[in-house]
């Protein structure tokens, strides 16, 4: 049979205040017309649904079946019109944000899960992009907010803030060419064989502008897409790498050396677009959150190789 949904809503009424005309009150129904759909609701279910009496109505055990049953269409029928409704109004435009692989790697998703989750309402479209070509981006109004290196970033116009240390460190295998090691010059690292991440990474492409025309000859073993498998890389033996000292996963083994070269001392910067979207405000809480997360300590160390 067909269950009529104002007359589930007003039988739970009648039970809920034990009274016919009361629940009719908070249908704003007439005690006639209340009493009506009851006993058409009753005719169509075959059985009795509630007991009256002087003192109200009480449901038998067939009209507590229905009450517990009606509560639960009620209650999906409101999720299905719920998900329907929220595709009739006009979603806002998605935020967009940019980033190097540095900041791909830990502060933006960790970002966007929190983001996400507190703003069902509000897209984010997420794009890796090196900081010469976010900074244009943002200045251009194409798009809202970018993570950005500060040395590339200077003068550029844009508002931008202080996010976080991006310094470079050198890693290897435990107990393996660096044990013992506290730091050293990219010359000295480029003597062993190399894993590097693929020649246009931002990171890769970073690095090697910065060394210039004399950048000592290279040999890497293996070139990869992302961070995580380069470490994965390293902590194995195959090679040594330069990564973001914050790529390094707490608890992994490694050996870890500082590098002497000025430019391996780096920060992250949020810089602002131009036309920065609503919702821009929300989502830099969040990457400034994710930024302020503690930076890895490894074994035998009493604070992190780099800090402020």
């Known amino acids: 049979m067909r269950y009529d949904l104002d007359d589930l809503r007003l039988f739970l009424h009648i039970v809920a205040e034990g009274s016919i005309t009361a629940g009719a009150r908070r249908m704003h129904l007439s005690l006639p017309s209340a009493s009506a759909r009851v006993r058409s609701l009753e005719h169509h279910a075959g059985v009795t649904l509630l007991i009256r009496g002087r003192r109200g109505a009480r449901p038998t055990p067939a009209g507590t079946a229905l009450a517990r049953h009606a509560r639960d269409v009620l209650a999906q029928t409101a999720r299905l019109e719920s998900a329907v409704a929220s595709y009739a109004g006009s979603p806002a435009a998605p935020l967009t944000l940019l980033g190097g692989g540095s900041a791909m790697h830990r502060i933006v998703p960790q970002a966007l899960v929190s983001f996400l989750r507190a703003h ?28 950005v290196l500060d040395d590339e970033a200077r003068d550029c116009g844009l508002e931008m803030e202080p996010l976080g240390d991006d ?8 107990g393996g060419v660096l044990a013992g090691r506290s730091a050293l010059a990219y010359r000295e690292v480029a003597e062993h064989p190399l894993v590097g991440l693929d020649a246009d990474s931002s990171l890769r492409r970073w690095i090697e502008k910065n060394l210039g025309p004399h950048a000592p000859v290279v040999r890497y073993r293996t070139t990869v897409a ?18 973001p000292y914050r790529a390094i996963e707490p608890g992994r083994p490694l050996d870890v050396c500082r590098l002497k070269d000025p430019w391996s001392r780096r920060h992250h910067l949020l810089a602002w677009g131009a036309k920065a979207g609503p919702g821009a405000a929300a989502l830099a809480e969040h990457l400034r959150q994710a930024a302020l997360s503690e930076p890895v300590t490894l074994p035998g160390q009493r604070k992190p190789l780099f800090e402020g």
Do not use: C, K, N, Y
Not at 167 to 174: E, F, H, K, T, Y
Not at 232 to 241: E, H, P, R
């Open 226 to 243: 992302d961070l995580s498998t380069l470490v994965a890389l390293a902590a194995a033996g195959v090679g040594l790498a330069v990564v």
């Open 120 to 147: 069902p309402d509000v897209d984010v479209v997420v794009r890796e992009s090196r900081t010469p070509r976010t900074v244009r981006m943002l200045a251009g109004g194409e798009a809202d907010l970018g993570v």
């Open 167 to 174: 310094s470079l460190v050198v890693i290897g295998q435990a």
